[in-house]
C-alpha cells in the first residue's frame, strides 16, 4: 500500500497569559506536621481561594522518593473524586489541586507560608498543525438527503489482566530549573513524586498503566553550561527530546519520558501521538509548567489519545470532539479533567495491549500477540496479575432506545465481579465529528460508585443554565457504556483495572416530550393523598411501566418511593410520605430551594421526568420545588419501617396493627387497610404494597404506606475464559489476523485525523528516523526506511523481498517472518539465549504455526491496483460472506463466497444509497463483518477495520 504520512501536533493549547497567586495563612511546617502524624486516613480543609476551603480525606503514598529522598507523598480525595496531591520536603509543602475551575499549584513561600497558583488561560483556537490536506482524513459525510443523523461504529475497551509498567523521565531544562524551580534540586525531586502520585492515581485506575518517575539527578540540567533548549519553539524541542534524554541516561534506563522546558511558544505543551510505542522517540512531549493535567494531557497523546474537546479547536479533525466545550477529561482542555473517558480508553488500550510487553525486569523475553502497528518497537514491562473482569448485565443495558425529544434519560447499569469487588460505572458520549461538526451534545461524567448515570440540563450555582439539553427528531446518539475495577484496582500493586463496555443507540423520534404535566404545590403534608400527571406518548411508551419517586435534597438522591411499579397511563393517585422537610443549600451557595422534588422513570427504560429541576422561579429568584410538613390533622401510632427489603425467598412479615388519631372533635375515625402484592417487577422478585389510610368526622383523610421488597436470586457469576495472548512471541504475531488497527501507516489517515502527524514536522515517526526537521527529505510520508531491508516508495511498507511480494505495500508478512521498515529491530534480542521457561519466547522467534486469519486490510481503490481486501487462507473454510460499512453506519458493500465466485472488495461499493452501485468510495476508514464456516461446519465470525485509499 502507498501511504501518505500526516504527522499531527496535539498542542494542551492553555497559553500562559496570566497567573492569580494567593499566600495563605498556613505556615508550611505546620501543615507538615499534622500531615506526619503517621495516620493511615484523615480529614483536612485544603484553602482553594482566599475564602474557601475543600475538605479532603488523605492517604499516604509510597514512591520511590520516600526512602531514598525522605519525601512523604499525599492524595486527596472527595468522596470517590481524586482532587489533590502534595509532597513534604524538608518541611516545604508542593503539590497539585484539581478544582471546577482549574488546577492549582501548591508551593511554600519563601517566608514559610503555603502559597497557591492558579494560570489563567484564554481559549486557544490552535490544536495542531498539519501539511495534508484535510480531505485526506475528513471522516465520509451522511447523503444530503437524510434528515437523521448517522450511526456510529463504537470499539469496546480492550480488556486483559496485564498492568503495564513504564519507566517515566522528566528531565528539567535548564531554563526550567532556574524560574520554576528555583535552582533547587529538591524542589524537582519532591515535583517528581508529586508527579509519580499523581499520574498514578489517575493512570493506575483508568488506563491500567504504572509509572515509576527515573530518580537521577542527570535529569536535572542544573547549570547554564548544560542547557539544551534555549530560546527554541515546541515542535524542535520534541523533535530532539529523546536523544538528549538518551544522551543523559541512555536509552535503556528509562520507557517513556516529557521534558520541562520553557519554549518561545504559548502554549502549555506539545507531543506527537502514539509515538510512546517507538523506541527512539518515546519522549517526543514536552510542556513549560508543572501542571499534571498538562503531563497527563500530553502522556496520553504519547499512548496514541485524540483530542476530544468540541471547542478552541480550528483544525477538527485533531479531535475526537465527544465531549462538549472545553471538555470534561484528560484529553479535553476543560474541567475537571482528572479522567480518561471511554472514547481515549479505546485509542490508548487498542495500542497499549496491542503490543508485546517484556515478563522480566531484564527486558529480554516477551509475552502477548502484536495486533497493531509492526513497526512499534517499544515496549512496557508487563506484571501478569490475578485479576478478574466485571461483567455488565446485557438486560439493563439495551442494544438501542427510542425517546421523544426533549426527555431526559439515565441508564441504569447492572453489573457484578466474581469477588464482589467496587465497581466503577461509566456512560460516555461516543459519537466523534463529521466533517470537522461537533456532534456533542451531553456532558461527560466521571466514573461513579453509582450505576446509575443521568443526562438533563445542568445549573449552574448561580442558579442559571450551564449545560442545555437539545435533543431535536431525527438525532441519533452513540454512548459506550462501561463499568470497571478500576476504584480498587488502583491502590495495589498487584492489581491492574479490569473493564467491560458495550455501545447503546438513542434515537429520537417524533412523538410529545416525557414530562410531568401537573402543577405541585409549595407545602404538603406527611399522608395527603395527590394526583400527579405526567405526558406519555403511547407511540414510544405503550404498555410500559413506570416507578415514581421523591427526594429531599432537591434531586440529589430519591429514598422515598411513592409508587413502585404503576402503569405509563399518565396519572397516579399517590401518598406523601410520613417525613418533614423544609429547603436545603443549593450547590454548596448560600441560598436556600425548596427541597422536594419528584421523579416519574420509566422501567426497562431510560427516559424519566422532574418536577423541577430550575431552581429559579420565573422572577429569577431561587425556590426549588416544595417542602412537606408533618401530619398534624391525623397521626398514626404503631407504624412500621416504611421501607423493608428482604432477601431472596423470605417470608413477607405479618402487618402491623397500626392506629390513627384525630384532632377532630369527635374522636372517631375509620381505619381502612389495603395490601398489593407486585411479582412482575424487573429489579425484586415481589414488591408487597401494603396502605393504612385514615379517615375522620370532619372529613380529613391520611394514608401510610409502607413498601416491601424480597430480592430477586442472585445470579451466579460466569467469567469468560481469559486469553490473554500471553506467552505469544511479539514478532511473528506481527499481521492482525482480524483487522485490529493493522499499522501506523494507515492509521494516520484515520477519519478524524488524530493520527495525521506532517510530514515536515516528522523527525522521528517510527522510531528510525530521528533526522530534525530541516534534514528529512523522505517523500510522501516515507516511514525512514532501512536502507538495507527497504527499497519500496511512496510510504511502502518495507517487507522483506523474499517473505512478501505483495504491491504497494500490502500488509501481510508471512506467518513467520515480519521485517518490518526499521531494519529487522531488536537484533540484539535475537541473539539471547535465555530460553528457560518454555511458556515465554524470545523477541524474534518465529511461531512454527498459526492457523488463524490473516487480513490484508489496506485497499487502494486506484485502477491500476492489485490491493484489495484479502483474507487467507481461505482453503480451509466455506460459506464466506462478507459486509462492509462505513464509519456512518452504512452498508457499502456484500458478498456471498468472498473471494472465490463473490468477488473481492477493491474500494467501490456494490450496493445502493452511499455514493451508489459501482462507484468508488472515499478514503477512509470501514469497518467489515466476516462470517464463515470452519471444518467443523459451524457458523462463526470475525469483524475490523480496513482502510481505503
Not at 501539511?131 to 486483559?160: C, F, G, W, Y
Not at 463496555?501 to 403534608?525: C, G, H, M, W
Not at 381502612?672 to 417487577?681: A, M
Request: a negative charge; one cysteine or more.
Amino acid at each position: 500500500m502507498k501511504y501518505k504520512l500526516t504527522i499531527a501536533l496535539f498542542i494542551v493549547c492553555q497559553w500562559l497569559f496570566a497567573q492569580e497567586s494567593f499566600k495563605t495563612s498556613l505556615r508550611a511546617s505546620d501543615v507538615a506536621t499534622f500531615f506526619l502524624q503517621g495516620k493511615e486516613t484523615f480529614r483536612w480543609e485544603l484553602p482553594i481561594s482566599r475564602h474557601e476551603k475543600q475538605a479532603l480525606l488523605w492517604q499516604q503514598r509510597i514512591t520511590p522518593f520516600t526512602q531514598t529522598e525522605n519525601i512523604r507523598t499525599f492524595v486527596g480525595y472527595e468522596q470517590t473524586d481524586f482532587r489533590a496531591v502534595i509532597s513534604i520536603s524538608n518541611g516545604n509543602i508542593f503539590g497539585n489541586v484539581f478544582t471546577e475551575k482549574g488546577e492549582l499549584r501548591i508551593e511554600t513561600s519563601n517566608d514559610g507560608f503555603l502559597t497557591l497558583h492558579r494560570d489563567v488561560a484564554p481559549e486557544c483556537g490552535l490544536c495542531c498543525q498539519s501539511s495534508e490536506n484535510a480531505s485526506l482524513t475528513a471522516r465520509p459525510m451522511a447523503s444530503e438527503e437524510s434528515t437523521q443523523t448517522p450511526k456510529t461504529i463504537v470499539k469496546p475497551v480492550p480488556d486483559d489482566n496485564v498492568l503495564r509498567v513504564y519507566r517515566l523521565a522528566l528531565p528539567v531544562a535548564y531554563n526550567f530549573f532556574k524560574t520554576q524551580f528555583q535552582s533547587d534540586i529538591q524542589r524537582v525531586k519532591a515535583f517528581w513524586a508529586t508527579a509519580q502520585a499523581g499520574l498514578n492515581e489517575i493512570y493506575m485506575r483508568d488506563v491500567g498503566v504504572r509509572f515509576e518517575l527515573v530518580n537521577d539527578e542527570r535529569l536535572i540540567l542544573d547549570t547554564p553550561e548544560k542547557e539544551v533548549f534555549n530560546n527554541v519553539g515546541s515542535n524542535y524541542i520534541i523533535s530532539v527530546a529523546t536523544n538528549e534524554i538518551n544522551k543523559l541516561i541512555g536509552s535503556t534506563s528509562y520507557d517513556m519520558g516529557l521534558f520541562l522546558s520553557q519554549t518561545t511558544a504559548t502554549a502549555h505543551g506539545l507531543a506527537y501521538k502514539s509515538f510512546g510505542y517507538f523506541n527512539k522517540n518515546k519522549a517526543s512531549a514536552t510542556v513549560a509548567s508543572t501542571d499534571l493535567r498538562a503531563i497527563a494531557h500530553e502522556l496520553g497523546h504519547l499512548f496514541g489519545a485524540s483530542h476530544v474537546h468540541e471547542q478552541a479547536s480550528n483544525t477538527s479533525g485533531y479531535s475526537h470532539k465527544t465531549e462538549t466545550g472545553l471538555g470534561q477529561s484528560v484529553m479535553g482542555y476543560g474541567t475537571p479533567q482528572n479522567f480518561f473517558s471511554l472514547v481515549s480508553l479505546v485509542d490508548m488500550r487498542t495500542e497499549l495491549l496491542g503490543i508485546p510487553y517484556y515478563t522480566n525486569t531484564y527486558r529480554n523475553k516477551t509475552a502477548g500477540k502484536k495486533t497493531v502497528a509492526p513497526n512499534y518497537d517499544n515496549f512496557p514491562l508487563g506484571i501478569k496479575t490475578a485479576s478478574r473482569a466485571p461483567r455488565l448485565n446485557p438486560s439493563s443495558v439495551k442494544e438501542s432506545y427510542k425517546i421523544p425529544p426533549s426527555t431526559f434519560f439515565a441508564f441504569n447499569i447492572g453489573a457484578s465481579h466474581p469477588d464482589k469487588n467496587q465497581l466503577l460505572y461509566m456512560a460516555h458520549p461516543a459519537d466523534k465529528a463529521i466533517n470537522r461538526v461537533s456532534r456533542a451534545k451531553f456532558h461527560t461524567h466521571k466514573p461513579s460508585e453509582h450505576s446509575r448515570i443521568a443526562f438533563e440540563e445542568v445549573y449552574g450555582s448561580s442558579g442559571y443554565l450551564e449545560t442545555p439539553f437539545h435533543t431535536a427528531v431525527g438525532n441519533r446518539f452513540t454512548f459506550l457504556i462501561g463499568v470497571s475495577t478500576g476504584k480498587e484496582a488502583h491502590l495495589r500493586p498487584d492489581e491492574v483495572v479490569r473493564y467491560d463496555t458495550r455501545t447503546s443507540q438513542i434515537e429520537i423520534v417524533d412523538a410529545k416530550p416525557f414530562r410531568i404535566t401537573s402543577p405541585l404545590k409549595i407545602l404538603y403534608n406527611g399522608g395527603e393523598k395527590f394526583t400527579l400527571r405526567w405526558e406519555a406518548d403511547p407511540k414510544v411508551f405503550a404498555g410500559t411501566r413506570v416507578r415514581i419517586v421523591l427526594s429531599d435534597d432537591f434531586g440529589k438522591t430519591f429514598n422515598y418511593t411513592l409508587a413502585e411499579n404503576t402503569e405509563n397511563d399518565g396519572e397516579c393517585e399517590l401518598v406523601m410520605p410520613h417525613t418533614s422537610f423544609g429547603s436545603v443549600a443549593y450547590k454548596n451557595n448560600t441560598r436556600r430551594v425548596r427541597a422536594g422534588v419528584i421523579k416519574v422513570e420509566v422501567i426497562d427504560h431510560i427516559a424519566y421526568a422532574l418536577s423541577v429541576i430550575n431552581p429559579l422561579d420565573n422572577t429569577g429568584r431561587f425556590a426549588g420545588g416544595f417542602e412537606l410538613d408533618p401530619a398534624t390533622e391525623i397521626t398514626f401510632t404503631d407504624v412500621p419501617q416504611s421501607r423493608v427489603v428482604l432477601p431472596f425467598e423470605s417470608e413477607i412479615p405479618l402487618k402491623h396493627e397500626v392506629k390513627a388519631t384525630t384532632q377532630c372533635r369527635n374522636k372517631a375515625i375509620e381505619l381502612i387497610f389495603e395490601e398489593y402484592i407486585d411479582e412482575n417487577t424487573s429489579q425484586y422478585s415481589k414488591v408487597v404494597t401494603r396502605q393504612w389510610t385514615a379517615k375522620d368526622k370532619c372529613g380529613k383523610e391520611s394514608s401510610f404506606v409502607q413498601l416491601i421488597y424480597v430480592e430477586k436470586q442472585e445470579e451466579s457469576f460466569k467469567e469468560e475464559i481469559e486469553d490473554d495472548n500471553q506467552e505469544e512471541d511479539s514478532d511473528s504475531q506481527n499481521n492482525s489476523s482480524d483487522g485490529e488497527r493493522g499499522n501506523s501507516d494507515s492509521q494516520n489517515n484515520s477519519s478524524d485525523g488524530e493520527r495525521g502527524n506532517s510530514d515536515s514536522q516528522n523527525n522521528s515517526s517510527d522510531g528510525e528516523r530521528g533526522n530534525s526537521d530541516s534534514q528529512n527529505n523522505s517523500s510522501d510520508g516515507e516511514r525512514g526506511r532501512s536502507d538495507s531491508q527497504n527499497n519500496s516508495s511512496d510510504g511502502e511498507r518495507g517487507n522483506s523481498d523474499s517473505q512478501n511480494n505483495s504491491s504497494d505495500g500490502e500488509r501481510g508478512n508471512s506467518d513467520n517472518q515480519n521485517n518490518s521498515s526499521d531494519g529487522e529491530r531488536g537484533r540484539s534480542d535475537s541473539q539471547n539465549s535465555l530460553h528457560d521457561d518454555k511458556n515465554i519466547f524470545d523477541i524474534n522467534q518465529p511461531k512454527s504455526e498459526n492457523v488463524e486469519w490473516i487480513v490484508y486490510n489496506g485497499v487502494s481503490a486506484e485502477v491500476s491496483s492489485e490491493n484489495y481486501l484479502k483474507i487467507a487462507p481461505i482453503e480451509r473454510y466455506t460459506d464466506l460472506y462478507i459486509e462492509i460499512f462505513n464509519e456512518l453506519g452504512q452498508k457499502v458493500f456484500q458478498a456471498k463466497d468472498y473471494q472465490r465466485k463473490g468477488g473481492v472488495f477493491r474500494g467501490y461499493a456494490n450496493v445502493k444509497g452511499v455514493v451508489g452501485k459501482g462507484k468508488r468510495l472515499p478514503s477512509g476508514t470501514y469497518f467489515y463483518v466476516l462470517k464463515y464456516k470452519n471444518q467443523d461446519k459451524k457458523m462463526h465470525q470475525k469483524s475490523g477495520y480496513l482502510y481505503v485509499r
